[in-house]
């Protein structure tokens, strides 16, 4: 039984505040490492303290430098694993590549199935993440999967907000689950945003779907990253007629010009999560982060326990 191993708690240092709330709450130090980069941009990691016999969890989202963030996570998986850790538990609260699920053309690659195998033979033994892009990614991997979800969190700062007259809106097609799922927490009607995207960060709103005349809307994604598709979508709820327009989501990746166009839009609020750290370039009066901090670390516990991850949404 894993539950009689004992828990230990790492951190890259991609989120390490993150990492320090989720250990607060579960009571727990983070555990010592060092990660140094030599002067070629090489990563070293040193685990300062011994994991034998230790159920770990390593927290570290593949947030922006990505591929800086991946290979820091490689490599402290392997550390774990030659220092004979009794279980490698990845926490990864944002999951970087997972856009690249499929093949939209011919030789694309499918980056969300390489990362996953990357992290199964560098000897992690599960893998707990928040919001996958695309929910079939979990199938990409060999390892059991805990799929968190922040959409909950989300809905909980809107209903404290009660606003008397509003509807959820998923920004496209496929984020049509989620956004119903919102819908029914808020006990709100439900609209869409028909759009296309004809190349990446580069999106056309084609028709809106429900009425939202008079209405305050609350659009709802997984990730914003360049801000376009969500200021064109608030844009465009406004011009048929929405009284107000909130926008949410669970990883604020903000790159680019997102800011900027975030600042210069009617938008009333962007509510997101701490998967992501956000810099002081991305910070704005705006902007409204919560914390996924205590859901991280009652999965951790329940996961250590061997009780249910599942009870945590019920």
């Known amino acids: 039984m894993h539950g009689q191993h004992e828990l230990k708690i790492f951190s890259g240092t991609a989120n390490r505040s993150l990492a320090q709330e989720v250990a607060d709450h579960v009571k727990q130090p983070l555990g010592t490492a060092e990660i140094e980069r030599f002067s070629d941009g090489e990563i070293s990691v040193y685990i300062g303290e011994s994991v034998r016999g ?21 490599i402290f998986i392997d550390a774990l694993k030659r220092a004979s850790a009794q279980r490698i538990n990845v926490v990864i609260p944002y999951y970087a590549y997972a856009r690249q699920d499929r093949k939209m053309r011919a030789r694309d690659p499918i980056t969300a199935k390489l990362v996953a195998d990357l992290l199964s033979r560098a000897g992690a033994e599960r893998v707990i993440t928040m919001d996958l892009h695309a929910g079939q990614i979990q199938g990409f991997f060999d390892i059991p999967v805990d799929h968190l979800l922040g959409m909950p969190i989300l809905a909980r700062y809107f209903l404290q907000k009660q606003i008397p007259d509003g509807i959820v809106v998923t920004p496209d097609l496929g984020g049509v689950t989620r956004a119903r799922e919102m819908s029914e927490r808020l006990q709100m009607p439900l609209a869409i945003i028909d759009k296309r995207r004809p190349k990446p960060n580069v999106s056309e709103v084609m028709n809106v779907i429900g009425d939202i005349q008079g209405k305050e809307a609350i659009i709802i994604d997984d990730l914003i990253d360049t801000a376009g598709t969500v200021v064109q979508g608030v844009e465009e709820l406004l011009s048929r007629g929405a009284k107000a327009v909130y926008a949410c989501c669970t ?8 800011r900027e166009r975030i600042a210069g839009s009617p938008l009333q609020e962007l509510v997101v999560t701490n998967t992501i750290p956000l810099n002081h370039q ?28 599942s009870e945590l949404f019920d």
């Open 54 to 74: 230790a159920d770990v969890f390593l927290i570290q989202p593949l947030s922006y430098p990505a591929n800086e963030n991946l290979m820091e996570l490689l």
């Open 251 to 258: 990883h604020a990746v903000l790159s680019g010009p997102a």
């Open 282 to 309: 991305q910070a704005h009066d705006k902007i409204v982060v919560l914390s996924v901090a205590p859901l991280i670390g009652d999965a951790i516990l329940r996961i250590h326990d061997n009780r249910s991850v």
